[in-house]
């Protein structure tokens, strides 16, 4: 049986022109948490590679997280220039369905959603034609956990 190797063990450096934020990115960040990334990246350097999926029909990168440390990158011109315009990016294959569900499980692990970020999920699974049950599943919720999200999201936008 072939053993298996994680992504992360294929890092490798991609120039930023050849990677794009996901249509899907949910989450955000507050000037002062920028400032301290920057000053996170500027003294350390990257200590976490880019999880990004590969578009072959459109020959880029797309970011499933890391979508800020890309971010530091472009608008840092010291940043920039040190490393050459290249970010350490790991590739993870998956079909569009799946892509999201990583988008979602990274993020909602590191820093949560708001309820107006949830309802954009909601938003975005009920467009790509996907389940409430799928997508509690992705999140790992038992389904009256999820049941009681979705209520309040609708309680909260009135839809």
């Given at each position: 049986?072939?053993?298996?190797?994680g992504?992360?063990?294929?890092?490798?450096?991609?120039?930023?022109?050849?990677?794009?934020?996901?249509?899907?990115?949910?989450n955000?960040?507050?000037?002062?948490?920028?400032?301290?990334?920057?000053?996170?990246?500027?003294?350390?350097?990257?200590?976490?590679p880019?999880?990004?999926?590969?578009?072959?029909?459109?020959?880029?990168?797309?970011?499933?997280?890391?979508?800020?440390?890309?971010?530091?990158?472009?608008?840092?011109?010291?940043?920039?220039?040190?490393e050459?315009?290249?970010?350490?990016?790991?590739?993870?294959?998956?079909?569009?369905?799946?892509r999201?569900?990583?988008?979602l499980?990274?993020?909602?692990?590191?820093?949560?959603?708001?309820?107006?970020?949830?309802?954009?999920?909601?938003?975005?699974?009920?467009?790509?034609?996907?389940?409430?049950?799928?997508?509690?599943?992705?999140?790992?919720?038992?389904?009256?956990?999820?049941?009681?999200?979705?209520?309040?999201?609708?309680?909260?936008?009135?839809?």
């Amino acid at each position: 049986m072939k053993k298996y190797t994680g992504p992360v063990y294929a890092t490798k450096a991609i120039h930023v022109s050849q990677i794009k934020p996901s249509s899907y990115r949910q989450n955000s960040f507050a000037p002062l948490e920028m400032k301290l990334l920057h000053e996170s990246i500027k003294s350390d350097g990257y200590t976490l590679p880019i999880v990004c999926y590969y578009d072959k029909s459109e020959e880029h990168y797309i970011i499933v997280d890391g979508y800020f440390r890309y971010r530091v990158l472009i608008e840092y011109a010291d940043i920039y220039e040190r490393e050459k315009g290249f970010l350490p990016v790991v590739v993870i294959p998956k079909p569009c369905t799946a892509r999201l569900a990583s988008t979602l499980r990274h993020n909602w692990t590191q820093i949560g959603y708001s309820e107006k970020n949830i309802a954009q999920i909601l938003k975005k699974v009920r467009e790509m034609k996907l389940s409430d049950q799928w997508l509690a599943e992705q999140l790992c919720m038992e389904q009256a956990e999820f049941e009681q999200l979705r209520k309040m999201t609708i309680d909260l936008n009135g839809n």
